[in-house]
């Protein structure tokens, strides 16, 4: 089993706590302890040079990332892991994060494409060098309201008609991430299965 490293994007901050663009750091949360209940166990890594809050679980050689650059500057925290770890096999690097032109609790698996109008993407690609082949796992946040709601939109948090989708779509995502994981599918396999589903 490869050591994987799963990077869930958003901004720091209690007032982003919650809200639909930190659904990556929501994502990451919900699968360290559903991985705990399985009686594994993380160790926090404090490395300086990169921003991000890193989780560890040597059983499983998994990597837990938290960047802590704030969404549109993700990047600088991936090139510093990538350099850091010597990552040279991007594909076992996962990216989670919300995709408003999805609607809510959509899931979606990529390996590779641009950004979408996703800002912490688009930080990412530029970071490593115009480099677009890396797993993602998009969360459909939509709606898109389009224009000048947008903004207010992606930060504000679900409304409690949406949560129940929301919980059951981040359930639905920790079985395809654990499979990602573990190496029980590949990724075209986990694909076919997870794509499309909400």
């Not at 989670?96 to 690609?125: C, F, M, N, P, T």
């Not at 709601?149 to 949406?162: I, P």
């Not at 059951?168 to 299965?193: G, P, R, V, W, Y």
Request: charged share 25%; glycine share 10%.
């Amino acid at each position: 089993m490869k050591t994987k490293f799963i990077i869930g994007l958003g901004n720091i901050g209690n007032q982003y706590e919650k809200t639909r663009h930190n659904i990556g750091f929501e994502i990451l949360n919900n699968l360290k302890a559903y991985l705990e209940q399985k009686n594994f166990s993380f160790e926090e890594k404090k490395i300086k040079k990169i921003q991000a809050k890193i989780f560890f679980c040597s059983d499983l050689k998994l990597y837990l990332i938290y960047p802590q650059t704030y969404m549109n500057n993700s990047g600088l925290a991936v090139r510093t892991l990538i350099s850091w770890y010597k990552i040279t096999d991007l594909k076992n690097l996962l990216i989670v994060y919300d995709d408003i032109s999805l609607v809510l609790g959509r899931l979606k698996w990529v390996l590779e494409g641009g950004a979408g109008g996703q800002h912490g993407i688009e930080s990412i690609i530029e970071n490593l060098g115009g480099k677009k082949f890396f797993p993602r796992l998009k969360f459909g946040i939509g709606p898109d309201p389009g224009g000048e709601k947008r903004a207010n939109y992606v930060l504000s948090s679900f409304k409690n008609d949406e949560l129940s989708i929301a919980e059951k779509s981040i359930k639905i995502a920790l079985e395809s991430i654990e499979l990602f994981i573990t190496e029980k599918c590949d990724l075209s396999q986990i694909m076919n299965k997870f794509n499309g589903l909400a």
